[in-house]
């Protein structure tokens, strides 16, 4: 089990730029999920997949955003025309449905986006 | 909605005594879980404890418990003989269903 990978750890871009991330979750999980996180605040819900299908999606998802997680593996997050708004923290995490863990999700390190 | 709440942004605690974080939560569900999460400098959310609703017996790992007050939807962390590495963002977090949300966090200091 070598937990939920996310890639690039960072990534700075100038405002307008398409940026793409990552994310390989837990092999057997089933769930996945992407949050933002800014400095000093808690972690803000994106999106949800459980499998390949993307279940919500949070009002926070603006249309510049989007992201899709093909054959229910890994899961890319897209932000077209990104903006200085956009600067985060973004969070992957996966769980399991009905395993013993109890809807625990782990996150992975993070992918920090700074716009320029 | 269910909505998370951390009243305490920041605290301090003595290495090696005692510290509790509080955390509130709304709730119309019965069923559901609760979370801490520990969030250091190098910013992955790492899982300090876990509790399930129906369980009346509250949570406990090492020196990390909780106090479970299910009426009046309070979910406590208590961390004994507090150690230098225990320094972070502490995140209360509520999972019904498949959403889990967190609190704005408490930041925690230990002084050495």
């Known amino acids: 089990d070598t937990g939920v990978s996310q890639n690039p750890r960072h990534k700075i871009t100038k405002r307008g730029q398409n940026v793409t991330f990552r994310c390989d979750p837990i092999?057997?999980?089933?769930?996945l999920y992407w949050y933002r996180q800014t400095l000093g605040q808690g972690p803000e819900f994106l999106t949800y997949f459980q499998n390949e299908a993307q279940l919500e999606k949070s009002r926070l998802l603006s249309d510049r955003f989007s992201a899709e997680r093909p054959k229910g593996s890994f899961s890319t997050l897209e932000i077209q025309r990104t903006e200085q708004g956009d600067s985060a923290m973004y969070l992957c995490?996966?769980?399991?449905?009905?395993?013993?863990?109890?809807?625990?999700?782990?996150f992975g390190e993070g992918s920090w986006l700074t716009v320029v | 909605a269910q909505t998370v709440t951390q009243s305490q942004p920041e605290m301090s605690v003595q290495e090696a005594e005692t510290v509790t974080l509080s955390c509130t939560y709304d709730?119309?569900?019965?069923?559901?879980?609760l979370f801490w999460y520990k969030q250091p400098p190098s910013r992955q959310m790492i899982l300090v404890i876990r509790?399930?609703?129906?369980?009346?017996q509250n949570a406990t790992e090492n020196r990390f418990s909780v106090n479970f007050q299910k009426a009046a939807k309070s979910f406590s962390l208590k961390i004994s003989d507090s150690q230098l590495g225990d320094a972070a963002m502490y995140f209360c977090?509520?999972?019904?269903?498949?959403?889990?949300?967190f609190g704005a966090g408490t930041r925690l200091f230990v002084k050495a």
């Open positions: 092999s057997e999980h089933n769930r």
């Open positions: 509790q399930e609703a129906y369980k009346q």
């Open positions: 995490a996966s769980s399991l449905l009905g395993g013993s863990s109890g809807n625990t999700i782990y």
């Open positions: 977090a509520y999972t019904g269903g498949f959403k889990t949300i």
């Open positions: 709730t119309s569900e019965s069923d559901y879980y």
